[in-house]
């Protein structure tokens, strides 16, 4: 899909690509024939660039049409480079600005807590954005609201977009942030289904609280030359470079 639209992000892609497998698989509750069910859990990208993997997540369990994906990022497709909602089934919110999903997060499971729902409301983040005031904000509304309903996940994979997380701005010790702000927090490697799965079928992590679940990942994660290259944040692959990375990820290389 990137390579076709001569697009960005395909090394943010595939660090979330687990992450987003294990959710659609074996976590969230959803009806692809019943976009709008009212039961279904939320779920917000607000790392809004790596849209790419969401609709083809989504493909795949069914909300579009596989042919969708064709159009990827092409003038007057349905399928944006950020994450877009509007006649996108599957897609909660339009995301793409740093820093609103785990606020707008917050607002759907405040709405559920409210109304004695019982979805739960999904969010993940990138490391990046967690720079972001607004984040911080959000971090302290859900305890304070007592939001066990929700969980939000960052994609910990140590880049963005100018540099290395510890030389823009340090964000470690994270997991101790966010338990000082009184969530409920699990480290492990975002790439480890079977870690995830474990992790993301006993919510919440400590009860009462909103869990944050710190997932440690590669940026380019399975493609040799992609795994932890900032460039590969905005460069599309060649024909040659796509063909390669096409056989390492399945194992043809």
Same mark, same amino acid.
């Given at each position: ?19 987003? !497998? ?8 959803? /009806? ?12 917000? *990208? ?30 007057? @497709? $349905? ?14 919110? @339009? ?22 729902? @019982? ?5 993940? *983040? ?19 609201? !007592?939001? /066990? ?5 960052? /994609? ?19 997991? /101790?942030?966010? $338990? ?15 870690? *995830?799965?474990?992790? *993301? ?53």
């Amino acid at each position: 899909m990137v390579h076709r639209a001569r697009a960005s992000h395909v090394g943010t892609c595939l660090s979330v690509a687990d992450i987003l !497998g294990v959710l659609y698989s074996d976590v969230l509750r959803f /009806d692809p024939a019943q976009p709008a069910w009212p039961d279904r859990d939320r779920f917000v *990208l607000s790392k809004g660039h790596g849209g790419a993997a969401l609709y083809a997540v989504l493909a795949e369990r069914g909300f579009f049409p596989r042919r969708w994906l064709d159009d990827y990022c092409a003038n007057e @497709s $349905r399928l944006a480079g950020h994450a877009t909602h509007h006649d996108v089934p599957g897609v909660e919110v @339009s995301t793409g600005s740093l820093g609103h999903g785990l606020p707008l997060a917050c607002g759907m499971a405040l709405a559920g807590k409210r109304d004695g729902a @019982s979805y739960r409301t999904f969010a993940l *983040l990138s490391d990046g954005e967690c720079d972001e005031g607004s984040t911080w904000e959000a971090a302290l509304f859900a305890p304070h609201h !007592g939001l /066990d309903n929700l969980v939000a996940i960052v /994609d910990y994979n140590k880049i963005q977009s100018f540099g290395s997380v510890a030389d823009v701005l340090e964000l470690a010790p994270l997991a /101790d942030k966010w $338990r000082a702000f009184r969530w409920g927090v699990q480290e492990l490697d975002g790439h480890d289904h079977a870690a *995830l799965r474990r992790t *993301l079928t006993a919510l919440p992590v400590e009860p009462g609280r909103p869990t944050m679940i710190i997932a440690h990942t590669i940026k380019g994660k399975g493609v040799s030359f992609m795994e932890g290259d900032l460039a590969w944040h905005y460069v599309p692959p060649s024909d040659e470079q796509l063909a390669a990375a096409l056989a390492e990820l399945t194992g043809d290389a």
